[in-house]
């Protein structure tokens, strides 16, 4: 018993210690980003806000008004050129060419690299087309010119805060050799990561296709088990999920689509639309996914609603959208058969763990509390485990000795030793049930401690400053198996060997 428990312990730490060089071996790191561009070279690219990001804009203090049409031509347009809305949540930046999306910096959340700058949801390599894209079915050059095409840009704002806690882009495209003309009136928010989104068109006779874009919304994925998710979606009431190794490399939903989302551990990004009508998801390369929603067209004037939310997948954010969204935090991972089991327990334990925190203002202080509450529950049951294990301690000579008495008839042997534990009234698995038991209770603590973002970054003390990351010397670890090994010590030596065989 002793021996097995030496080696578990030498495999784990090998284990632990073996893990970043294998990954830099494989060169990976521990903390791998999402193959974005630089963010330093993002970060120092993108224009400033205020003035210097509207530089043709008139210099009359009075926001600019927006009509539903296409802007007049004494507007203050943006043309080919990067447009920033600035919030106290995030930094944004909207090309004039495609009109979409080429930064969404996360000004409360770091990244996990030696630099600590702002975390950048949006992944631009110039291969993929970005977030907010508008494709047409079936037609390449109307896709291509609403890719590559100008649109006018005009922003009715400087700043966005409580004294001015919305405000309005409009991103307008015209072709000159066609009837075609779509708009797109973004309204953002001072205090929320969510934006209002109106796509209007016109002379498109197809349907079309609006991107999410590409692993917009997936920062991290070399941490851990789990890392990347890729995208998810509900349709109707059914949740589904494409991870980067599913076998179709490009899935097709048809129904009412009640949001789409691609997503990390911590981030993402999500389209809530009220009108579309099917979906994509396609795997572009190794840990590159893609995803976006279709919408009805005509070649009328065709209006859509959607919403857009990119940021931290905080548990009561998400929940408070009332469809589903919560559910992209897997509590309830384990093995095939026990998602609703652990998930059930998880999300009480994660209330109560929130909880305390509000009294301690330390994560690391609420574990530990949380972690002390669970084991006085479960003392009763410890107890109860503990008279088992006496009690077959104390009938162990009569076991050993029907043993030896019965040992060429198996059949016989199991009668007497079944008399045997009746006469005593002992439970030969009744040191071990209990600990079944408890088995989806630490489960569960486990993935809350794994999948939230409210651990990211959080410190607890001295060396530790990253709840969500490993301890960067070992010094955990190693005093958890130290634990481990006085624990065997102190452990009952005798045991009946049906529960030794559970026990090892």
Aim: glycine share 8%; proline share 6%; with cysteine.
């Amino acid at each position: 018993m002793e021996k097995r428990v030496v080696l578990f312990l030498v495999l784990s730490l090998g284990i632990i210690f073996g893990y970043d060089l294998l990954l830099k071996e494989l060169g990976y790191s521990p903390f791998t980003t999402s193959p974005i561009i630089d963010q330093e070279e993002r970060t120092t690219s993108l224009p400033k806000t205020g003035t210097e990001a509207e530089i043709t804009a008139p210099t009359s203090s009075e926001p600019h008004s927006i009509s539903s049409s296409i802007p007049s031509s004494d507007g203050p347009f943006i043309t080919e050129e990067v447009v920033v809305v600035e919030t106290p949540l995030f930094r944004a930046g909207i090309s004039g060419r495609g009109g979409v999306l080429t930064s969404w910096e996360l000004k409360k959340f770091l990244t996990q690299t030696e630099e600590k700058i702002p975390v950048e949801l949006v992944y631009t390599n110039g291969q993929f087309p970005g977030p907010l894209t508008v494709q047409v079915k079936g037609g390449e050059v109307e896709t291509e010119r609403l890719r590559q095409g100008n649109f006018q840009v005009q922003k009715d704002f400087d700043q966005l805060d409580a004294a001015h806690p919305s405000g309005k882009v409009v991103l307008t495209h015209s072709s000159p050799d066609s009837d075609i003309w779509v708009q797109k009136e973004l309204t953002f928010h001072y205090d929320s990561y969510v934006v209002d989104i109106l796509i209007r068109t016109r002379g498109i006779s197809g349907d079309l296709d609006v991107l999410l874009g590409t692993n917009f919304g997936v920062v991290e994925w070399g941490q851990g088990f789990i890392g990347l998710l890729g995208s998810a979606w509900k349709v109707g009431e059914e949740l589904e999920k494409q991870s980067p190794d599913a076998e179709e490399p490009i899935l097709r939903r048809d129904g009412p689509v009640r949001w789409l989302a691609l997503q990390d551990k911590y981030f993402m990004s999500v389209f809530i639309p009220e009108d579309a009508d099917g979906l994509f998801s396609k795997l572009e390369t190794e840990m590159v996914v893609s995803a976006g929603m279709s919408l009805p067209g005509g070649s009328g004037e065709q209006v859509h609603k959607t919403k857009l939310y990119a940021g931290p997948k905080q548990y009561d954010v998400l929940k408070s959208f009332g469809i589903g969204l919560e559910d992209t935090i897997d509590f309830g991972w384990f093995i095939y058969g026990s998602w609703s089991i652990v998930k059930g327990v998880a999300k009480p334990l994660f209330s109560v763990l929130r909880f305390i925190y509000d009294y301690t203002n330390n994560y690391g202080v609420a574990i530990i509390l949380l972690t002390l509450g669970i084991k006085l529950l479960f003392v009763p049951l410890q107890y109860k485990s503990y008279k088992s294990m006496q009690g077959m301690q104390t009938i162990q000579p009569k076991v050993l000795a029907l043993q030896e008495k019965l040992k060429d008839n198996k059949e016989k042997l199991n009668l007497e030793l079944m008399k045997l534990y009746k006469e005593h009234k002992v439970n030969p698995v009744g040191g071990c049930l209990p600990m079944v038991l408890q088995m989806p209770v630490f489960v569960a603590l486990f993935n809350i401690l794994y999948m939230t973002i409210d651990l990211r970054q959080a410190p607890f003390m001295l060396w530790i400053t990253d709840l969500s990351a490993q301890d960067p010397y070992y010094v955990l670890p190693v005093l958890m198996g130290i634990s481990m090994v006085v624990q065997q010590k102190i452990m009952p030596t005798t045991m009946d060997p049906t529960q030794a065989k559970m026990m090892m």
